[in-house]
């Protein structure tokens, strides 16, 4: 089974400020992990994906995230954030065979005050 | 272009109604997928289709049924049975080998009066 837990369904940042957003996540086999993120009343848009090669993966839009095996951990950061970047952000795991549906995280709305 | 369309963009029913939503890709992906988004819940997984004319249920199919007649198309039916319908409904696909990312359509945000 795999579950993953978004930590704070609200974050508040400053424009030019660090972006932090927090997922950690449960699987049984070695997961393939996605950022995603939602404008209001859209569709769902990849930022991106680990799939086992670096452990440091970048992003769209200077996102990037690090998968720590020891922490459970797939955090998003953007080093300076932008008024454009407020939106809903999703963590999601998959396996590598079986069920390959997404199981995503509660979901964390991001606030950039000017 | 390439993608998936979502249709129609908003729904209203009445309570007891059978509603369909329409999920059309032509992305030439095999497995197609949907889900439901309510506030503060993320995303649930309703039905998955990995092959034409085969499809699983997620984890919160009870109320639901699909159909997969062709690779690109997956239409989500909303019957009577569904005891809390008013959602946001995401379309979803991708290719069925290897690490992939699913593609999203637009959404259909279904509201019962």
């Known amino acids: 089974a795999q579950s993953v837990t978004q930590l704070g369904s609200h974050v508040s940042v400053s424009e030019g400020a660090l972006v932090l957003l927090r997922c950690n996540y449960s699987?049984?086999?070695?997961?393939?992990l996605f950022w995603y993120v939602q404008y209001p009343n859209q569709g769902l848009q990849l930022l991106l994906k680990?799939?086992?090669?670096?452990?440091l993966v970048k992003g769209i839009n200077g996102f990037e995230a690090e998968f720590k095996k020891s922490e459970t951990s797939f955090h998003l950061t953007k080093p300076s954030a932008h008024m454009s970047d407020a939106a809903e952000y999703f963590c999601?795991?998959?396996?590598?065979?079986?069920?390959?549906?997404?199981?995503f995280g509660s979901g964390t709305r991001l606030q950039v005050q000017p | 272009d390439g993608g998936i369309t979502q249709s129609p963009k908003y729904l209203f029913r009445k309570e007891g109604q059978n509603v369909t939503l329409s999920c059309e890709q032509n992305?030439?992906?095999?497995?197609m997928y949907w889900y439901r988004q309510d506030p503060g819940q993320g995303l649930r997984l309703i039905y998955y289709?990995?092959?034409?004319?085969?499809?699983q249920k997620g984890d919160i199919a009870e109320g639901y049924s699909v159909s997969r007649e062709k690779k690109e198309s997956f239409p989500l039916t909303v019957t009577s049975a569904q005891k809390n319908p008013t959602a946001f409904y995401l379309c979803?696909?991708?290719?069925?080998?290897?690490?992939?990312?699913?593609?999203f359509g637009p959404g259909t945000r279904l509201t019962v009066l």
């Open positions: 979803a696909s991708s290719i069925d080998r290897g690490v992939t990312e699913q593609f």
């Open positions: 699987s049984s086999v070695p997961p393939y």
């Open positions: 680990y799939t086992s090669a670096a452990t």
């Open positions: 999601a795991v998959s396996g590598a065979s079986g069920r390959r549906a997404l199981t």
């Open positions: 992305l030439n992906h095999d497995a």
């Open positions: 289709s990995q092959i034409v004319n085969d499809f």
